[in-house]
């Protein structure tokens, strides 16, 4: 069922599309800002009203503008964290501005304040996947079938990242055409993707995929949509769960839609987007997190983050990053259960793009992946970067869940490690460690 609380967290993403759209960039004049747990309603209440009132009594001549009305949005994840997004208006004056940060950042109330920041995809652009594509495609040819070997599911003629994650080794990989995984397939397992939406018709998705909330209006800026207008969510949820591309292929999809068609959005949108599933997650059933995304370090986020691993049983996956940098500086991928997500090649190198370091975790194939996209925009396309490697593990996870449904979310993520192969990958920098997926889990 599509979620009809959008607060008012949904316009921002127009602002957004107003404005430069390079990573991590501050967003003019808008704040999150976390309360203390113990902060009561009413003194939430009282302290989103006393933001005017410092504004308003900044002096001004006689002939100046009325003082900017501050515009707030509030989040709220039960007892554990209670916060806002605070907003003035373009064009608001520094002696305003000044006063509103310095009457948020004095009150006992008030935690942290952090500046808000655009966050894309994490969707290596440039690179050129076509012609090896069609080559692949020829050699592989479509999805033809599936057969049962004992605990395990074959599926033959699969695209080579999948075969590729079920063989240990490179040698093993080229002389195979086969995808091999647990017969649970993934089943009681829920993926909640944070992204640009999913296109819930596409016949690859059919049943699994469901729409959750979206917290983005359209291109004209005057309604929420519930529609994946870049092909993005589509793609990873493809990649999750789809028939002939999905690692997982009985794993449900539910699309939050944070990102917007230009594949941009902001630290409070997704935000607002975790609070949806904090409070509406059926919590009987497995859940995994999926963020493709490149969020710039955001305290905010973490503490979400390690609120829903460590209390409510959250697993995710995090794209490490494209910026070939350490993926440390991007969110929650520091957060203890966090799973993060460096991107491989078909030959077992690392991608150039590929962010690396300590807050890696494991590495997938992230180059010259083959999914679902919109039926609307040809059904079916070719995309690169760690976002095409997160959506691995989350099916990986979920496969897991099938074996061992009794795991922690962190016992889940050193099970997956324990599973990997180890110390076949090429350009792994000395502080990553060198781990890639394994699908054939006992």
Not at 176 to 186: F, K, T, V
Not at 188 to 201: E, F, M, P, R
Not at 230 to 238: K, P
Not at 421 to 438: C, D, E, G, Q
Request: a neutral charge; glycine letters at 8%.
């Amino acid at each position: 069922m599509k979620s009809t609380a959008i607060h008012s967290l949904g316009v921002l993403i127009f602002i957004c599309s107003t404005y430069a759209l390079r990573s991590g960039e501050v967003i003019p004049n808008q704040w999150i800002v976390l309360l203390h747990p113990n902060t009561t309603d009413d003194g939430v209440s009282m302290h989103l009203s006393s933001l005017d009132l410092i504004v308003s009594s900044i002096e001004m001549s006689p002939d100046s503008p009325p003082p900017p009305t501050v515009q707030t949005s509030t989040f709220n994840f039960g007892d554990q964290m209670k916060g806002y997004v605070a907003r003035l208006p373009p064009g608001t004056g520094d002696a305003h501005v000044q006063a509103l940060v310095d009457g948020i950042q004095s009150s006992d109330q008030v935690l942290h304040v952090e500046s808000d920041r655009v966050v894309t995809l994490s969707l290596f652009d440039n690179y050129d996947s076509y012609d090896v594509d069609e080559q692949l495609w020829r050699y592989y040819g479509p999805w033809r079938r599936l057969h049962v070997m004992g605990h395990y599911v074959a599926q033959t003629g699969a695209p080579w990242n999948l075969v590729r994650i079920s063989h240990r080794w490179y040698s093993s990989f080229l002389s195979s055409i086969e995808y091999i995984y647990p017969r649970g397939a993934g089943s009681g397992s829920t993926v909640y993707i944070l992204d640009t939406g999913i296109d819930t018709n596409h016949s690859e998705l059919s049943g699994r995929a469901y729409w959750g909330a979206s917290f983005v209006r359209g291109r004209n800026g005057s309604e929420v949509i519930y529609k994946d207008d870049h092909s993005h969510g589509t793609h990873v949820a493809g990649i999750v769960a789809s028939t002939r591309y999905g690692v997982a292929k009985q794993t449900k999809v539910i699309a939050v839609k944070v990102m917007n068609w230009q594949g941009t959005g902001a630290t409070s949108v997704i935000l607002a987007g975790l609070e949806w599933i904090y409070n509406n997650a059926n919590m009987t059933i497995n859940n995994i997190i999926n963020t493709s995304l490149r969020i710039s370090s955001s305290r905010a986020v973490d503490a979400v983050a390690t609120m829903l691993i460590n209390q409510k049983g959250f697993v995710w996956s995090s794209s490490a990053g494209n910026s070939a940098s350490d993926a440390c500086t991007n969110s929650p991928n520091e957060v203890e259960g966090v799973v993060t997500v460096g991107a491989t090649d078909r030959n077992d190198i690392v991608a150039s793009y590929s962010n690396q370091g300590r807050c890696v975790d494991i590495f997938a194939p992230g180059s010259d992946i083959k999914s679902t996209i919109p039926v609307s925009m040809g059904g079916y396309g070719i995309k690169s970067g760690t976002s095409m490697a997160a959506p691995h593990v989350s099916g990986l996870l979920a496969l897991a869940r099938t074996v061992h449904p009794g795991l922690s979310p962190l016992e889940l993520n050193s099970y997956i490690k324990k599973y990997s192969t180890r110390n076949v990958l090429r350009n792994v920098n000395a502080s990553t460690p060198n781990r890639f997926i394994y699908t054939v889990l006992a």
